[in-house]
């Protein structure tokens, strides 16, 4: 029984080769692209279930597929690069992306990553207790992977879903952004912690001026809180 499809995207086709062995073995169906342009085309024909995505391709790059990808669909992307500057992994995650890895990697690491992130949005086949947040104007259910604004349902990547549920569902309590990398990304995340300023800032964008019942603070030098007007 396949545990889903996943495109790996990558012009070195070595790479290519070593993760379609590893996750086969594992039990994913995999499928490979070369360049972006094919990425694109793979995945609206094929409608994987996660995206491993290398920055750098030919024609098209990385961060154009996940920005083109961004318009239509959520789908988790994790990026592959072997760039490890901040202003890299920032780009990438402001674009969209749910996590990164820089090569050169552990394939153990890479499928640790996969089956977290498809864990967390149920990709695995079992009935999940409904988890849901309620306040003035605002619905965060971890189950359906949605958020609603004033009724309206709001397109929002998984990774900013997770970090709204969490400080939501702790209303009033104030996280270091190292609490929330823990807390939130799990798993040795080994990221910078502007990384959560990037979701927040992404968060604020559809949030800000909904309700005046609640906000998404920020404590100058600590961190963040939901905060509730009680």
């Known amino acids: 029984m396949s545990l889903g499809k996943i495109l790996v995207v990558d012009d070195d ?29 793979k995945f609206n024909a094929l409608n994987p279930d996660m995206i491993l995505l290398d920055i750098m391709l030919p ?8 920005r083109e990808i961004r318009k239509k669909s959520n789908v988790p992307i994790i990026m592959l ?9 920032v780009l990438g995650l402001e674009l ?37 947040v309620v306040y003035d104007k605002l619905v965060v259910n ?8 004033a009724g309206k349902v709001v397109d929002t990547p998984p990774k900013e879903l ?12 104030v996280y270091t952004r190292d609490q929330l990398l823990d807390e939130v990304w799990g798993f040795e995340y080994y990221g ?18 909904v309700s005046e ?11 963040y809180k939901f905060e509730v007007n009680e």
Not at 81 to 89: H, I, L, R, S, Y
Not at 142 to 149: F, I, N
Not at 193 to 203: A, E, F, G, N, Y
């Open 81 to 89: 690069t072997a760039k490890g500057e901040t202003f890299d992994k």
């Open 59 to 66: 024609g098209l790059d990385g961060w154009q597929v996940c």
């Open 213 to 223: 019942q609640w906000a998404l603070k920020t404590v100058w030098g600590v961190g």
């Open 96 to 132: 969209g992306a749910d996590d990164y890895v820089v090569k050169p990697f552990d394939t153990k690491e890479v499928i640790a990553r996969i089956k977290a992130v498809l864990r967390r949005i149920g990709q695995n086949g079992q009935a999940e207790e409904v988890k849901e």
């Open 162 to 173: 997770e970090l709204l549920f969490h400080l939501a569902s702790n209303p009033n309590r």
């Open 142 to 149: 971890m189950t359906r992977y949605e958020l609603k604004v």
């Open 192 to 209: 910078d912690s502007r990384t959560i300023d990037v979701h927040v800032k992404r968060l604020r964008e559809k949030l800000e001026g």
């Open 13 to 41: 086709k070595n790479i290519c080769e070593l993760l379609r062995l590893y996750l086969e073995k594992e039990g994913y169906n995999v499928i490979l692209s070369h360049d972006g342009e094919e990425a694109i085309v």
